[in-house]
């Protein structure tokens, strides 16, 4: 299972990676909703750190929705989902892999995003770093837990970004909730609480959403019509 | 090796086939042959494991022995024809070195074009490129589903040399073909799907064609070897 596992991430990334479009667009997409966002301030004006950290997400999770697409879609060309589901090993391991292909894309897209967040949006860090990295670990592996699960549910329909879009969005309000409180708070957002709640939260939701993927993906990537 | 047991496929109301029944031996080729929308590839998902049956049940000796070639190539065009076969090599968990895949590649005469992308390839080449695919498994129940789509002659006669080596080294073989005249002598056995149900399974001499065509002028020659009588 962990070989699938590796040679799906690996096959995603190649794919990915050496080609580009999928991964330019969404960072594209994301940027452009820093810009926007950063235009509902005045000259000099800072955005509240909450703002920030919200539109920091907002950008992610638009961005996962392309990226969840696009790594689902390479396997509609030829129709390879009836390869894998060949393979002797649970079907769980495309779940898996296109997790873990989705989770290095994501960091890679989020490495360029938070910066541009400093920037365009006036943020400084300032609060607890490494609380604010473990949220953004949590966030991640929730989002792509079930980004995996439902970008393998959108594929084959007609207007599938739209609806990953419609479908995810709502499930993951608890998770993005954690990830813009705890990321308000690295930018410097007082909290008498601190952190140690919403990061309770994103490991919860990331257990479920785990769990939700491992049992029900097999009812999702099938072969049958 | 492989059983289907009173098999049936229905999509909603409309009854794709029924009763389907036979068991395929280790070591032979049956030949599967029905008229447009028979069911051909319906009934050899069902014995894929891809598709499950409405009744009766598919049964094979071990599903993770199976190879199928299908329609679709399942192959990434952004991949080069080597880094294809990796992958499906370790997907499918088969210990192979690079070596072994080169050798692949040369058995369907695809070694010069190793290192290209899929997506430059054409649709013989691909085909090529996803039977080396199946036969790198070496699988023990080989399904193919019209294999010679798109294929040259040399690439035909290549294709027939590897289901009759497979048939040697005990693989079951179950072929759907356009080309009865063509394939009708690799089999042991023809299978035809005709009016929902199995309407014959014996040899492929033996066989006189479809009912439907009784009243056609040269039917009967045709199902003894002529063009294309039975896709």
Redesign the interface.
């Known amino acids: 299972m962990l070989r699938l596992m590796f040679a799906m991430a690996r096959k995603d990334l190649a794919l990915t990676l050496a080609r580009g479009s999928g991964l330019v667009q969404a960072l594209l997409l994301g940027l452009l909703l820093l810009f926007v966002f950063s235009l509902s301030q005045g000259i000099g004006e800072r955005m509240a750190p909450q703002g920030a950290a919200a539109v920091f997400w907002i950008s992610s999770a638009f961005c996962q929705v392309l990226i969840f697409n696009q790594l689902y879609a390479l396997e509609e060309v030829n129709n390879a989902r009836l390869g894998l589901l060949l393979c002797p090993v649970p079907v769980q391991a495309v779940w898996l892999g296109k997790g873990c292909a989705g989770l290095v894309l994501l960091l890679l897209a989020q490495v360029v995003f938070l910066p541009a967040a400093v920037v365009f949006l006036g943020q400084t860090l300032g609060g607890p770093l490494p609380e604010a990295l473990l949220a953004l670990a949590l966030t991640d592996i929730g989002m792509c837990a079930m980004g995996s699960l439902l970008g393998a549910l959108a594929q084959g329909q007609a207007a599938r970004e739209s609806l990953l879009s419609i479908v995810l969005f709502p499930l993951l309000t608890p998770l993005l909730l954690a990830g813009i409180s705890v990321g308000a708070q690295a930018l410097g957002a007082p909290s008498p609480d601190g952190p140690g709640a919403w990061l309770g939260v994103a490991a919860a939701f990331d257990a479920v959403f785990l769990g939700a993927g491992l049992f029900l993906f097999a009812y999702i990537y099938a072969g049958d019509e | 090796m492989l059983e289907l047991v009173r098999v049936a496929k229905v999509?909603g109301v409309k009854v794709v086939f029924k009763d389907v029944s036979c068991a395929l031996a280790a070591g032979s080729v049956s030949l599967l042959v029905g008229g447009n929308g028979a069911g051909k590839s319906t009934l050899m998902?069902i014995m894929?494991?891809?598709?499950?049956p409405s009744a009766g049940a598919a049964n094979v000796a071990d599903?993770?022995r199976?190879g199928?070639l299908?329609?679709?190539?399942?192959?990434?065009?952004?991949?080069t024809a080597v880094?294809n076969l990796a992958?499906?090599r370790?997907?499918?968990?088969l210990k192979l070195t690079r070596d072994d895949i080169m050798a692949g590649l040369a058995r369907v005469g695809l070694e010069a074009h190793a290192h290209e992308r899929a997506g430059v390839f054409s649709r013989g080449m691909a085909q090529r490129l996803n039977l080396a695919?199946v036969l790198m498994q070496a699988p023990d129940v080989l399904l193919l589903d019209e294999p010679g789509t798109g294929l040259d002659a040399a690439s035909l006669a290549l294709l027939r040399r590897e289901i009759t080596a497979a048939r040697q080294r005990g693989a079951c073989v179950v072929l759907i073909s356009h080309d009865l005249a063509g394939d009708a002598p690799l089999a042991d056995r023809l299978l035809a799907l005709e009016n929902r149900r199995l309407a014959y399974d014996g040899l492929p001499a033996g066989f006189k064609g479809f009912a439907a065509d009784a009243g056609r002028p040269n039917a009967a020659d045709e199902a003894q070897g002529g063009p294309a009588c039975c896709a």
Not at chain 2, 48 to 52: D, E, N, T, V
Not at chain 2, 70 to 79: D, E, I, K, Q
């Open positions: 999509y998902r894929a494991g891809l598709s499950r599903q993770a199976v199928y299908g329609h679709a190539t399942f192959l990434y065009p952004g991949l880094e992958f499906w370790d997907a499918y968990g695919r």
